[in-house]
């Protein structure tokens, strides 16, 4: 018996890395089928071999999961890296925002990666890095071309699953190449007519990177709607407003139109950054539409 971590699930074949082993390929015992559970990517399980000269196998346990991500489903992720390119294309930051409130929302630790320094100004950089570190995030300026802050990503990737967040474009793939040698995954360039890159990563798979991380190369996590909460206990995933909500002059003030506010009053002073509270604002107006329909 082998102990491993299912890397990748295809059309009912899971691949399962075992350290210091290889990958093997292997089916689900009819056991899981029966409970109406199957395995998920970044389970860890045990495994039998069916055919050690061809790396085949079942997998015969899986492991209590310490969480369950659902946008994508994937098992046992520790924290996420966002991942926005500085210019072409710009950063969009309501997207930025309501991917940062769905990562709150499961209870996800994020860590803000602002990729292409080399073709941007610190300016920007300085802003941006400005409004997040001050609401509580962690921030990397990196460059998949010139190689600026890999190592540091790198660093914080050791020995945890992480999965990626972030829209086409930004350079997400190109990243992750940076950080392990053993898969390339494809890329692809921005689309000069709609100003977006095209989507290159058409499956779940978990890349090694080294002193036993991995990381989740994801489609489709840049499309995340606003996540099903109540309107009233959004401003909760706003660290920045967290503080200056208890102290608006009403209770249960939801930060729009009321009078004696004080995440307005910091917001127009510059304590809160303006980009957030007009997140939070468009955010809001959706999550209450919501709510009425159901």
């Known amino acids: 018996m082998l102990t491993g971590r299912i890397v990748r699930a295809v059309a009912g ?11 093997y390929q292997c089916r689900a015992k009819g056991a899981f089928r029966k409970k109406g559970g199957a395995p998920l990517v970044g389970d860890i399980v045990d495994i039998g071999l069916t055919h050690t000269k061809d790396v085949e196998g079942n997998v015969e346990k899986v492991y209590p999961r310490t969480s369950v991500l659902h946008r994508p489903t994937v098992a046992n992720v520790h924290q996420a890296l966002v991942i926005f390119a500085l210019k072409d294309p710009d950063p969009n930051r309501l997207l930025l925002d309501r991917i940062l409130i769905s990562l709150a929302w499961e209870g996800l630790p994020a860590i803000l990666i602002f990729n292409k320094s080399d073709i941007t100004d610190e300016a920007l ?12 995030y962690q921030v990397l300026i990196t460059s998949a071309k010139t190689g ?9 990737l050791k020995g945890r699953l992480t999965t990626v967040a972030g829209p086409s474009g930004a350079g997400k793939s190109s990243l992750i190449n940076c950080l392990q040698k053993d898969v390339v995954m494809e890329t692809g360039e921005v689309s000069k007519r709609i100003g977006r890159g095209r989507q290159t990563t058409r499956h779940i798979q978990l890349v090694p990177v080294g002193d036993n991380g991995y990381i989740i190369d994801t489609p489709g996590f840049g499309t995340i709607a606003p996540p099903d909460m109540k309107a009233a206990s959004l401003a909760e995933y706003f660290p920045e407003m967290a503080d200056a ?3 608006c002059r009403f209770r249960g003030c939801a930060h729009m139109d009321e009078p004696d506010c004080e995440v307005k009053r910091r917001v127009e002073e510059g304590a809160i950054a303006a980009s957030r509270y007009q997140s939070y604002r468009t955010i809001y107006g959706e999550v209450a539409e919501q709510e009425k329909r159901y």
């Open 125 to 136: 950089e300085a802003d941006l890095r400005r409004i997040y570190e001050e609401c509580g």
């Open 148 to 156: 600026e802050g890999v190592d540091a990503v790198r660093k914080m």
């Open 13 to 23: 074949f899971y691949y399962v890395d075992v350290p210091g082993e290889c990958v």
């Open 245 to 247: 909500a208890d102290k």
